[in-house]
């Protein structure tokens, strides 16, 4: 009795699993190279600043022409005419702001626990409890200001990443000024 149970189940994983194989062989959908490739312009933080759900949403809008080629503000001025460039448009860089990276910072002697910073974090990068300090992850805060805009108190502000050991670069010399 117990063999035959393990026998048609086994029979039937095999042959359903052998009908999805085939379904998604034939039933596949093609998706637009030009998404993909916008997608790996973006810089993939997902953080929903530009208005869409996230990067490949954003991609997506941008290939079909639904959406400026400044929607993304963490990318600034290079993303700008990356995109611009791919899609063989014209951007205009008056209203882009190159800030750099950016990183939430709580300033702990005005922090009153009241959880609502990390309750719009979209990547849970703030973590506290009711009525305790707040902390922000570092490497999970995509910059997008949520928290900012939710401190009933002004203690979540915007700062520039520290410059580390490991953030480091040599800046390029400007070469305008420079004699020929």
């Known amino acids: 009795m117990l063999l035959a149970a393990v026998i048609s189940l086994t029979v039937l994983g095999a042959v359903f699993g052998l009908l999805l194989g085939v379904a998604a062989r034939y039933l596949k959908v093609e ?23 996230g990067c490949t949403g954003a991609a997506q809008a941008l290939a079909e022409g639904s959406a400026p080629v400044t929607l993304c503000p963490p990318g600034g001025r290079p993303l700008v ?14 209203g882009v702001e190159d800030k750099g990276p950016m990183i939430a910072e709580v300033k702990e002697e005005i922090c009153i626990g009241c959880t609502r910073c990390f309750k719009v974090c979209p990547t849970d990068a703030i973590m506290g409890a009711a009525q305790q300090i707040h902390v922000v992850f570092r490497e999970a805060c995509t910059a997008c200001g949520k928290c900012v805009d939710a401190c009933p108190t002004e203690s979540v502000t915007l700062q520039p990443v520290p410059v580390t050991l490991q953030s480091w670069h040599w800046h390029k010399p400007d070469v305008k000024g420079a004699a020929a």
Request: aromatic share 2%.
């Open 31 to 53: 998706g637009n190279p030009l998404v993909a490739e916008i997608e790996q312009l973006l810089p993939g933080s997902q953080c929903g600043q530009c208005g869409y759900p």
């Open 81 to 94: 005419q990356a995109l611009a460039a791919k899609l063989g448009v014209d951007a205009d860089l008056s």
